[in-house]
């Protein structure tokens, strides 16, 4: 069956950095898309970034633009988020996402597979 491990999570003051990545195994991942979403306490869970199959497009949300960058391993079906200038409302459980690649990435209900969540906290 399919599995997704993630790993990079962590506590982190306001300004620093954290690296996320998630290993997937289980099936052939070409024309799959990879990405993350979050969610915060009491709230929805919410799309960070996604990465198409080939590698060759990225998407964010607005909220994390010029901060975050997504990159991937195909060799190694593995996707990293890479999370700079972090700030409290980066507060938030990380979730691997990953999708057929239909390009509809920050839709939740397009994920064909989630990863157990990773703990991101942001002090300030």
């Known amino acids: 069956q399919v599995q997704l491990v993630e790993s990079g999570g962590g506590m982190v003051q306001a300004g620093g950095s954290l690296r996320l990545s998630c290993a997937a195994s289980?099936?052939?991942?070409?024309?799959?898309?990879m990405g993350w979403f979050r969610q915060a306490p009491g709230k929805e869970r919410d799309f960070v970034t996604a990465i198409n199959w080939s590698g060759t497009s990225t998407y964010y949300a607005d909220s994390v633009k010029g901060r975050f960058t997504i990159f991937r391993d195909n060799a190694k079906n593995t996707v990293y988020l890479q999370m700079n200038s972090l700030k409290p409302e980066d507060t938030a459980v990380y979730y691997c996402?990953?999708?057929?690649?239909?390009?509809?990435?920050?839709?939740?209900?397009?994920?064909?597979?989630w990863g157990q969540g990773t703990q991101v906290t942001v002090s300030s």
């Open positions: 289980g099936r052939t991942f070409s024309n799959y898309a």
């Open positions: 996402a990953v999708q057929f690649d239909s390009g509809r990435y920050a839709e939740v209900r397009q994920v064909d597979y």
